[in-house]
């Protein structure tokens, strides 16, 4: 919701009106900004009067929950007003400033709201003094605190009172285009400076200091037929939505919203509460916590359904070609469980581990899995002391038991849609909200920048890596590949985060070489890793006459440049564009970024454990965390600005 203007306020305090008369039953501070008074009308009605420093003011029946003990500001305003008769609400000048006059016995009190960004809520006595103010402060041109007289805020040119010659004067002296010389110079802001342009049918960007005089009428003369409707109090609130979704609240339906749906609303108030959290910002917050944990939940809930619906699909599918190939499968088993049974069996087994079809074989592991093709190849792993009828049975047991955890899972899923749907909490109307964080491209896999600027990506598994290549490397980037299996495919780019064009150095192309080691089994079983870097034009998916390439690998032609690797690298907070994120990679790379960073090594530091850790320094999720991290145990053996030592239980 865009800030309440001064014409917004105009609004709201001619609905206030119907509060003259009322005494003040209680005052209560229930957050930081926000003030509680609970009314009690002539006529008997109790009414509550919702106060935000620096926001909003409404009138609302909503219950709220009070503090048990009153602040120091809200025992004061009790001292001075409780009991006291509201005699006049106010808009002071054409400001954003509520002015509020209070009666009790002999005494007259103002409380002055201030609605603008850093304002305050001040009670004033009737000689003008500050007798409490919700926040001490001091400006150049007045201080606000207690014995201080009251001294208003340099004030806005009051439309109401503007005269053709006033305003000709201010929009010719302006330098700046139309638009923003009436919501800034005149104080309109930015949705009524658009809709007073939009009327008048005069281009909103034309420069002030070139109106003729004709245009320049005919704005004054727009702003005169709109002010009218303020003047004579025509409210028609509205509610703006696009897509059922809210878009704006305004006192009256607006030309530049003539494409959206209006809701008509009985009171601006109401129209007010529907896209401001009437909550204290504790309670937004807390709320906004669940929805947030919720939601991760929520994600992790689908992946594991997924996860269990694709395993028990893989395993049908294993029974299904095991009956297929029955033959062959038990052919091969009575072969094995006749070999085990002799004493001098290795050359047996070595036989056995050289059929085309078997994919590995270690008897004293018990383990034998098979390549069979259906289509596409798919490994089976079996148990070659039943027979080809036991595997499968196995197998479809296997995949019925899958089906109930997804079954699980997706009733998991139901209850926590509707606890989200319980929770009714708008993330944006929270003060302490996140700023929704821009997402580049590249964070779709894993990523770095080098220390050059380069972007470097990396696939997460077979079919990233597909899209990686076949989507995203282009002509002058570098094909970079750790030399051991089931490593993924990475991409050092010739451009930057914005895709302006960096060239590839060699520094680039060592980091990204280190980043492609590190996320390579290698982490697991060397100290460093062979990687290699080729051309983009030296990539095919074509492979040769009779060999299988399953998805997600590459042939590589020609020559293949090779580095040796470390296996270590660093984590830590980088700023991209102004934009804080956790960033893994190299260590020199991460080093000339971060002042907050951990470089890691292999070791004994089970990384779940260390992803707990790790996550909540730098507050993210530990599914994040654990996507950063290489893949296998870690040791620190460096780091700047953490603090990691684990809580003890």
């Known amino acids: 919701m865009r800030e309440l203007s001064s014409f917004d306020i105009n609004a709201v305090v001619a609905e206030l009106q119907e509060l003259l008369g009322s005494f003040i039953d209680k005052v209560y501070q229930i957050d930081k900004e926000d003030l509680l008074v609970k009314l009690r009308k002539p006529q008997g009605d109790k009414v509550f009067l919702l106060i935000r420093s620096g926001s909003f003011i409404v009138s609302t029946t909503k219950s709220f929950s009070t503090p ?13 007003i409780e009991n006291g008769r509201i005699k006049s609400v106010e808009q002071h000048e054409f400001d954003r400033i509520v002015v509020i006059t209070v009666v009790k016995g002999k005494d007259v009190f103002r409380l002055i709201i201030e609605l603008f960004s850093n304002g305050n809520i001040v ?15 001091v400006w150049a041109h007045r201080t606000v605190k207690p014995k201080e007289n009251y001294v208003f805020p340099p004030a806005q040119p009051n439309p109401f009172n503007l005269s053709y010659k006033d305003f000709a004067s201010l929009i010719k002296k302006s330098g700046r285009d139309l638009v923003r010389t009436l919501a800034r110079d005149m104080g309109f802001g930015g949705l009524y400076a658009e809709e007073i342009c939009a009327r008048a049918g005069v281009e909103k960007n034309m420069v002030t200091r070139e109106m003729d005089d004709e245009n320049v009428k005919r704005v004054f003369e727009t702003l005169q037929g709109f002010l009218k409707v303020f003047k004579e109090k025509r409210f028609e609130p509205v509610v703006v939505k696009k897509d059922d979704e809210i878009l704006d609240v305004t006192p009256f339906p607006l030309k530049v919203y003539e494409d959206y749906g209006f809701e008509p609303v009985k009171g601006f108030s109401k129209a007010l509460e529907q896209v401001f959290s009437l909550q ?13 944990t919720l939601e991760r939940q929520l994600r992790k809930q689908k992946t594991m359904m997924k ?45 056995i581990k050289g059929y085309d079809f078997v994919e590995e074989f270690e008897p004293t592991e018990n383990l034998l899995k098979l390549r069979i093709k259906d289509g596409s190849e798919h490994v089976i792993q079996l148990d070659f002391r039943k027979g ?3 595997n499968a049975e196995a197998a479809y047991e296997s995949s019925k038991k899958l089906r109930e955890k997804a079954e699980g899972a997706k009733r998991a899923i139901q209850e926590t849609v509707e606890k989200l749907k319980g929770l009714e909490v708008e993330t944006h109307e929270v003060v302490e909200e996140k700023k929704k964080e821009k997402r580049w491209w590249f964070e779709r896999f894993r990523w770095c920048v080098t220390s050059d600027g380069n972007v470097v990506v990396g696939g997460r598994d077979a079919k990233s890596n597909e899209i990686l290549v076949k989507k995203h490397m282009k002509e002058g980037d570098r094909y970079v590949h750790a030399d051991i299996h089931g490593a993924p495919s990475c991409i050092l780019k010739n451009v930057d985060v914005n895709g302006k064009k960096v060239d590839v150095s060699e520094k680039s192309i060592e980091e990204a070489c280190e980043f492609a080691g590190v996320y390579s089994k290698a982490w697991k079983q060397f100290g460093e890793a062979s990687v290699y870097w080729v051309f983009p034009s030296q990539v095919s998916k074509t492979p040769q006459s009779g ?42 790379a991460v080093k000339k970024r971060s002042n907050r960073f951990v470089v890691l090594q292999p070791g004994d530091l089970e990384k779940n454990r260390f992803a707990k850790m790790l996550a909540k320094k730098f507050n993210v999720d530990v599914e994040e965390m654990l996507k950063l991290l290489p893949p296998g145990d870690v040791k620190v053996v460096e780091n700047r600005g953490l603090s990691l030592q684990e809580k003890k239980t």
């Open 68 to 80: 048990k003990k009153p602040s120091m500001f809200a025992m004061i305003l009790r001292k001075h």
């Open 307 to 351: 996860g269990f619906i694709e395993k028990a699909e893989e395993k049908k599918r294993e029974g299904d070609l095991l009956y297929r190939n029955y033959q062959k499968v038990d052919e091969l088993l009575r072969e094995v469980q006749s070999i085990l049974k002799k004493k001098d069996k290795e050359k047996d087994v070595e036989r």
């Open 388 to 390: 080809v009828a036991e």
């Open 123 to 137: 009670l004033v006595d009737g000689d003008g003094k500050i007798v409490m103010p919700l926040k001490h402060q």
């Open 547 to 588: 060999e299988y390439l399953p998805k997600g690998a590459f042939v590589v032609r020609g020559k293949r440049n090779y580095m040796r690797c470390k296996m270590e690298m660093a984590v830590g907070v980088v700023s991209i564009e102004g934009v804080e994120k956790v960033m893994a990679g190299p260590v020199s």
């Open 280 to 292: 204290p910002r504790k309670e937004r917050k807390r709320k906004v916590e669940k929805r947030e």
